[in-house]
């Protein structure tokens, strides 16, 4: 089995268990509504910040030769445009 399957599958089992303990009438985990709400737009914010920095930014050799590619195709576009 892949190791990322059974990831999934344990979270799926966790979430699927805690929504059913919370229909019953439980609440299994010990936070109030406000800390919840408020340690999952911390966590949404983390991850759309290392999203958009990773994305926006040449980490790898075959990214940074992409750019360089990009730049010298933008500017002969331009030389051919002032002509």
Do not use: H
């Not at 344990?10 to 919370?22: D, K, T």
């Not at 340690?39 to 949404?44: D, F, H, K, R, S």
């Not at 030769?65 to 730049?71: C, M, T």
């Amino acid at each position: 089995m892949d190791k990322q399957l059974i990831v999934r599958t344990v979270v799926l089992a966790l979430a699927l268990a805690n929504q059913f303990l919370v229909m019953m009438g439980y609440s299994p985990l010990p936070f109030e509504s406000e800390e919840i709400e408020e340690g999952i737009t911390a966590v949404i914010t983390v991850l759309a910040t290392l999203w958009t920095y990773y994305k926006n930014n040449s980490f790898t050799k075959e990214a940074k030769e992409a750019d360089r590619i990009l730049k010298q195709k933008k500017a002969e576009r331009k030389a051919k445009q002032n002509r």
